[in-house]
């Protein structure tokens, strides 16, 4: 019998740790059916079925979660030696894996890796763009950048943005057909463009003054998965929409979108990197972590 390989089992945790043989295959750089053939083959050099396939889901057997979990950390050991390995050279090399949703990538995160990646040109960065919470240790990712959400214990933080501030708006048009509303409950009965999470839930619009917080279930013709896509609609007037300031600055400034109840709309924390605290933090991952806490610093 053909002994176990190393690759074999490596091909074996990238398919477990996406469920997926197509992402599984992205992240490899090969084929599907390549991976596939390879899965197949391991599986009958062990006698045993390692994952229940059917046209729409992949799920570990039995067998499978027991060999998961003893090889993962053996594999991670492997990692970290390497890693390790990166303190004798001159720059750090390596690939950074960042999971962020599209208002953080397009607000901050972007610019940030554009700046870093002049300095570090060793180093290869890749964005998953996913608004839903990920577990980035499970998925894979190296780092998350999230809007202060709550971070288990075994996480830590970073801020690599300034405050940020959430903002009604309306078109000039609209707000003259509508009236200008005064107070949060006023939104109940007019037009609101809505955003709907990838949970399923949709986003209840948070208003703050005075040391009073309201939490509005607006209603209205059009809903959204994305925040970045209500700017066309509010221009349009089809609604009035809640975005991150930094989107509508422009057109706030050249007057196609007023703002609507701006006392109401306080500045909160921004975004934050958020990481794994094991033991090892990866090259490209501590000259990131290095490079933004600069970055941050030298604009305080």
Same mark, same amino acid.
């Given at each position: 019998m053909k002994p176990v390989s190393a690759s074999d089992l490596a091909i074996f945790l990238c398919i477990a740790r996406h469920l997926s043989f197509s992402r599984a295959a992205v992240e490899l750089n090969q084929s599907p059916s390549a991976l596939s053939h390879a899965l197949r083959a391991l599986e009958q050099r062990l006698g045993l079925r390692l994952f229940n396939r059917t046209t729409r889901s992949v799920a570990l057997t039995e067998a499978?979660?027991?060999?998961?979990?003893?090889?993962?950390?053996?594999f991670r050991d492997i990692d970290d030696a390497l890693e390790d390995l990166n303190q004798f050279r001159d720059t750090p090399t390596g690939t950074l894996r960042i999971n962020a949703g599209r208002p953080a990538v397009q607000l901050v995160l972007l610019p940030l890796i554009q700046r870093f990646l002049d300095t570090f040109a060793d180093v290869r960065v890749e964005v998953c763009v996913n608004d839903a919470l990920a577990d980035v240790v499970s998925a894979g990712f190296d780092a998350g950048v999230r809007f202060g959400e709550r971070l288990e214990a075994d996480m830590v933080s970073l801020p690599i943005g300034p405050a940020m501030r959430s903002v009604v708006v309306g078109s000039p048009a609209f707000i003259q057909r509508h009236g200008m509303p005064q107070?949060?409950? !006023?939104?109940? &009965? *007019?037009?609101?463009?809505?955003?709907?999470?990838? /949970? %399923?839930?949709? =986003?209840?619009? #948070?208003?703050?003054?005075?040391?009073?917080?309201?939490?509005?279930?607006?209603?209205?013709?059009?809903?959204? !998965?994305?925040? &970045? *896509?209500?700017?066309?609609?509010?221009?349009?007037? /089809? %609604?009035?929409? =809640?975005?991150? #300031?930094?989107?509508?600055?422009?057109?706030?400034?050249?007057?196609?979108?007023?703002?609507?109840?701006?006392?109401?709309?306080?500045?909160?924390?921004?975004?934050?990197?958020?990481?794994? /605290?094991?033991?090892q933090v990866p090259a490209a991952l501590r000259a990131f972590i290095e490079f933004a806490r600069a970055e941050r610093d030298s604009s305080a």
């Open positions: 499978g979660e027991r060999l998961h979990a003893r090889i993962k950390p053996a107070k949060p409950e !006023d939104l109940h &009965g *007019l037009p609101c463009i809505r955003h709907r999470f990838p /949970s %399923g839930v949709l =986003y209840r619009w #948070e208003f703050a003054r005075a040391g009073i917080a309201q939490e509005i279930e607006v209603d209205g013709p059009l809903t959204l !998965d994305e925040v &970045g *896509l209500m700017l066309g609609p509010a221009l349009h007037g /089809s %609604g009035l929409a =809640y975005v991150f #300031e930094e989107m509508v600055a422009e057109q706030i400034a050249d007057g196609r979108l007023l703002q609507v109840l701006g006392d109401w709309c306080p500045h909160y924390p921004g975004l934050h990197l958020y990481y794994p /605290s094991r033991r």
